[in-house]
Each structure stands twice: as C-alpha cells, then as structure tokens.
C-alpha cells in the first residue's frame, strides 16, 4: 500500500472537514478496509463522495451561508441534511437546494432554525464520533463501513444499511451509551437480502 498520497491528502481533507478528528483517526483504517468491509465496496464508497461532493458544490455555487451551516451524512445513496439555519425560508432552500442532486437520492431533512455549533461543541461532537467509530470498528458482528455517522451538538446521526436487525440494534445501542449523546437520529436499512 502506498502511504505517500494519503498523507498529503490529509492536511487538506483536515482544513476541509468539518469534523477533522474522526478523519485523523479513522482515515488510515478505511483506507485499508473499504473494500472487504462496506457493504457498496469501493464503487459505493465513491458514489457516496460523489453524492456529497455534488451536493456541497450545488450549496457553494447557490447560498455560501447554507454551505457553511450544513453538515451532510451520506451512505449508501442516503442523504442526512444537517444544518442550522437563520430563519425557515433558508432552512427549506437548503433542502430544495440537496434535492437537486437528482431522484435516485434520498434526502432526509434534520434541518433546524438555530444557532450552529460553537468551537467547544465541535470539539465535543468530534470527541463522541470517533467513541461510536472505534466502538463500532472493532465490533465483529457490525460492519462498521457500512454507516455514516456524524455528531452536532450531542446529537449523533446514523446514516447506513444493516446486515440484521440484531447488527442494527448493536449499532443503536453502542451510540446511545456513550457519553456525552443527547439523541439518537438513525437513517438505518435493513439489508432485506440478508436481515430477518
């Protein structure tokens, strides 16, 4: 495997991310496992970056204020909008604005009118992601590339597909018991081709 590339990326995918703790402990271990671990295998994985790449654009070229209030979980063709919002007018533009990625993708909306996080919830929220990952990754019996998971102001958001209801629970319940989880808003499939 070829490190090089992946640390030069790093510095800039770190001033990109909005949750730049998760990207420096979990990247190295996604770069390896992608493949054997998430469900879409890697053509999944890219369209899901895809999705997200075309939404984030569709904001920047649209409303730069509702590109900097949004936050995106994204997996398997699902779309979490997490965002705060001035007033209900911008709140439903940013959702008409991620609907234009086109019909084949599912667009839940978690959208509020509030303040967005402040520097010390970020660091929180980073703090409560990377708990649920490391959990989950070293669970055997969930597929852990298989969710997106993504934490704003104690809120954690779960975006994925389960392989059975028993790995859908693990996965509830690993989120709900960490500490510093206010809420748990889960998007989660079941895999209907493997889950009873």
Same mark, same amino acid.
Do not use: W
């Given at each position: 495997?070829?490190?090089?590339?992946?640390?030069?990326?790093?510095?800039?995918?770190?001033?990109?991310?909005?949750?730049?703790?998760? $990207?420096?402990?979990?990247?190295?271990?996604?770069?390896?496992?992608?493949?054997?671990?998430?469900? %879409?295998?890697?053509?999944?994985?890219?369209?899901?970056? %895809?999705?997200?790449?075309?939404?984030?654009?569709?904001?920047?070229?649209?409303?730069?204020?509702?590109?900097? *209030?949004? %936050?995106?979980?994204?997996?398997?063709?699902?779309?979490?909008?997490?965002?705060?919002?001035?007033?209900?007018?911008?709140?439903?533009?940013?959702?008409?604005?991620?609907?234009?990625?086109?019909?084949?993708?599912?667009?839940?909306?978690?959208?509020?009118?509030? %303040?967005?996080?402040?520097?010390?919830?970020?660091?929180?929220?980073?703090?409560?992601?990377? *708990?649920?990952?490391?959990?989950?990754?070293?669970?055997?019996?969930?597929?852990?590339?298989?969710?997106?998971?993504?934490?704003?102001?104690?809120?954690?958001?779960?975006?994925?597909?389960?392989?059975?209801?028993?790995? *859908?629970?693990?996965?509830?319940?690993?989120?709900?018991?960490?500490?510093?989880?206010?809420?748990?808003?889960?998007? $989660?499939?079941?895999?209907?081709?493997?889950?009873?």
């Amino acid at each position: 495997m070829n490190i090089v590339p992946v640390l030069f990326t790093l510095p800039l995918l770190l001033l990109a991310a909005c949750d730049p703790i998760t $990207i420096a402990v979990g990247g190295a271990a996604v770069v390896g496992t992608a493949a054997v671990r998430n469900q %879409e295998g890697i053509g999944g994985s890219i369209s899901d970056n %895809e999705i997200q790449a075309r939404i984030n654009k569709i904001f920047f070229d649209n409303d730069r204020d509702i590109f900097d *209030r949004v %936050e995106l979980s994204v997996k398997h063709g699902a779309v979490i909008v997490i965002g705060y919002m001035r007033n209900e007018a911008q709140r439903e533009k940013a959702i008409q604005l991620a609907k234009q990625v086109g019909n084949s993708v599912i667009i839940f909306d978690e959208t509020k009118v509030q %303040e967005p996080p402040c520097a010390k919830d970020l660091i929180i929220d980073s703090g409560i992601t990377s *708990r649920i990952k490391s959990s989950l990754a070293f669970d055997g019996n969930v597929h852990s590339l298989n969710y997106d998971i993504t934490t704003v102001k104690g809120i954690v958001y779960i975006c994925g597909t389960a392989q059975t209801e028993y790995e *859908r629970n693990i996965v509830l319940n690993s989120a709900r018991s960490t500490s510093g989880v206010e809420k748990v808003v889960a998007y $989660i499939r079941l895999n209907k081709a493997k889950g009873k």
